[in-house]
């Protein structure tokens, strides 16, 4: 598949949400998408095939995602964009945003890739199969990291 012109076609889309999910917030996806896109066409001879196509280009998505995080940190040290806004349907799902808030921050206090795993099953709602793929991992690994970090949180409201 060397028509780089299919396949931003075919995976813009996934690569956006599966962003979307990391950040929580639709300009910034959207540039990490462009990003990701643009590194790819420029290393698109350094695909060997050893993964889904989907898959590298989710790495290298993920990759420039916490490159432009950790630069806007660096440039504005107030700025955090490891915590996104709530989304409406989170608040709705707690009846005290309070509670929601407090879950919202624990949830970033996890560690990776609890965290990581965690809001991509939940924000992302990608099945455990693609989750346990995009860490090179089974969806088994993906079920039982997902469980783990589900009983942190848990344990963390009480």
Known sequence: MTD???????YFSDVYKYV????????IAEEVTQETFFKAMRHINQFNGSCRLYVWLCQIAKNTYFSLSNKQRRMAPGLDM????L???????????DEARRLHSL???L???YKEVFTLRVFGEL??????ELFGKT??????IFYRAKKQLQEAMK
Not at 4 to 10: A, D, H, P, Q, S
Not at 20 to 27: I, Y
Not at 82 to 85: K, R, V
Not at 127 to 132: A, L, N, Y
């Open 4 to 10: 780089f012109g299919k396949i931003y076609t075919e």
């Open 82 to 85: 490891d915590l996104p806004d």
């Open 20 to 27: 979307l999910t990391l950040c929580r917030n639709e300009a």
């Open 87 to 97: 989304t409406a349907d989170l608040e709705r799902d707690f009846l005290d945003k």
């Open 139 to 144: 969806d088994s690994w993906a079920r039982l």
């Open 111 to 113: 560690s990776d890739p």
């Open 127 to 132: 099945p455990f199969s693609q989750i346990g």
């Open 107 to 109: 949830l970033h206090n």
